[in-house]
Every structure is written in C-alpha cells, then in structure tokens.
C-alpha cells in the first residue's frame, strides 16, 4: 500500500495534467457538437477495437462451438433462400432490403439500456437506424457508425420501441422492455377487440424502415386487460436469446432516404 502511494505522490504532475486532459476533453464535448460527435466516433472506433481483441482470444478458443453456430447458421439461410414463398426476409426482388452479416463482439444484458457493438461500420456501408436481426429475432437498432464497427441499441433497451403485431389478425401495437425479464418484452396499445391467446405469434409490423414486415419476435406469454383504457398488457417471450446472439444480419432499407424525406 506504502508503495503505490509513494507512486502517486511521485507522479502526481503527470496525473494531475492526465486528470485536467480529460476534464478539457469532456467540457468541449459538452460545449460542441462538432466535437461530441468526433469523440463518439472515436470512443466506438476505441471500445470496437478492445473488444474486438478480446472476442478473437474468446473465438480462438471456442473454435469447435463457433464452427457448428456457423453450420446451423448457413443451414437456416439455405432453407431460407430455397423456401422463398414461406419465408421472404432475403428474396431480395420482393422486399428493398439488403443483407450484411456481421458478428457481435460485445453485449450486454445487465442494465436498463443495454447495447451491442458488432464488427462492421461506414467502410461496409453501415449508416446509423439499420435493423439488426438474428436468425431466430430481432436484435435492434444501429445507433452510432465508426470505420470499422457500430454500436446497436438492443431491444433490452427502455429507450427502444418497436412496431410490432399480431401475426394471426395484423392486430398492430408497440414493443417495449420493462428493463426486468431479459427473456420477455412488453406489447402494448392492442384493444381488446382483439382475441389474445396465450402462444400467438408476435412479428414486425414493417411500419418502419428498420424491419420488413413478418419477422418473428416472440410469443404470448402472459396479458392482462386494462379496464380503464380498454387495452392490453401484454407479456412477450423472446424467440431469440439476446445475450447469447454471435452471428447478427444488418438491413438495409433501400428506400430509407426516400422515406425519410416524405416523413
């Protein structure tokens, strides 16, 4: 203990000018926009490249469970693409999305607003709101773009709203986690009017440029009726499992911009 003090009282110059560095850098982020979002760039570019070291140590040495992940993988996708009719998320002549695969090399499931940074950014054609999917769900959404990586909002993210609807009648809501159960999210704003059961399936509603419509979120795990609003509150189980999620698919709305612009 003796020893690390004498240390700090030794370098207290150079940890003064380190502390004061970082406070300047802080104020002018606060002060500047410009300057704010330069350090985001760099603070994903940083943290993507830390992670990504660390993910390719963890990947080296699980080889054999990657390997099959991927097999199971490229098995699904060729279901897909031979079973157009069934299930069109890559028919790319019926829906204006393009697909990049990309891995997550950090995730967390542990807080209120959870992210996930995966290894692909600006110099793949990665922008800023893309849809990220798994082949079992929905992940979320692209919220900041570096070089080489992007930071997603998770869908275990209270921020987060996802259109979302009722796969048997197109009976439409809103998507949300309560930041409790990492396995369920809450869908909300559905009238009673319309029939819940417990084990109906929950898609995109494909009222937004992120996802097309039809992907698979969940089922009915649970729901309550809210007398004095006349709606339901409604418990979704996740297909997927967010924080076991490797190989992730970014979408690309060909038509965003256009959208966008309308909007």
Do not use: C
């Not at 490229?74 to 019926?94: G, H």
């Amino acid at each position: 203990m003796q020893q690390i003090i004498n240390a700090l009282i030794k370098n207290k110059v150079f940890i003064l000018f380190l502390a004061l560095l970082l406070f300047s850098f802080k104020f002018i982020s606060n002060r500047s926009f410009y300057h704010h979002s330069k350090f985001d760039k760099i603070a994903i570019g940083l943290t993507g490249g830390i992670f990504n070291i660390k993910h390719s140590v963890n990947e080296y040495f699980n080889l054999k469970k990657i390997n099959n992940e991927l097999l199971i993988e490229n098995k699904k996708l060729l279901k897909r693409e031979i079973n157009k009719n069934e299930n069109k998320l890559f028919n790319k002549s019926n829906i204006p999305f393009d697909v990049f695969q990309a891995k997550v090399i950090k995730n967390s499931i542990k807080s209120s607003r959870n992210y996930l940074i995966v290894n692909k950014g600006t110099k793949d054609s990665i922008t800023r709101e893309m849809g990220v999917i798994s082949s079992k769900g929905i992940i979320g959404i692209i919220y900041k773009v570096s070089e080489n990586y992007s930071s997603v909002i998770s869908i275990l993210n209270r921020d987060l709203q996802i259109n979302a609807k009722f796969k048997k009648n197109n009976a439409f809501g809103s998507l949300n986690w309560n930041g409790i159960n990492t396995n369920k999210v809450k869908l909300s704003d559905i009238p009673v009017i319309n029939d819940v059961k417990i084990g109906d399936s929950i898609v995109t509603g494909g009222m937004s440029t992120y996802f097309p419509d039809g992907i698979l979120i969940g089922v009915v795990s649970d729901y309550e009726i809210d007398l004095g609003r006349g709606y339901y509150e409604i418990d979704v189980e996740l297909n997927n499992i967010i924080g076991n999620e490797i190989n992730v698919f970014i979408l690309k709305n060909k038509y965003q911009a256009k959208i966008k612009s309308l909007e």
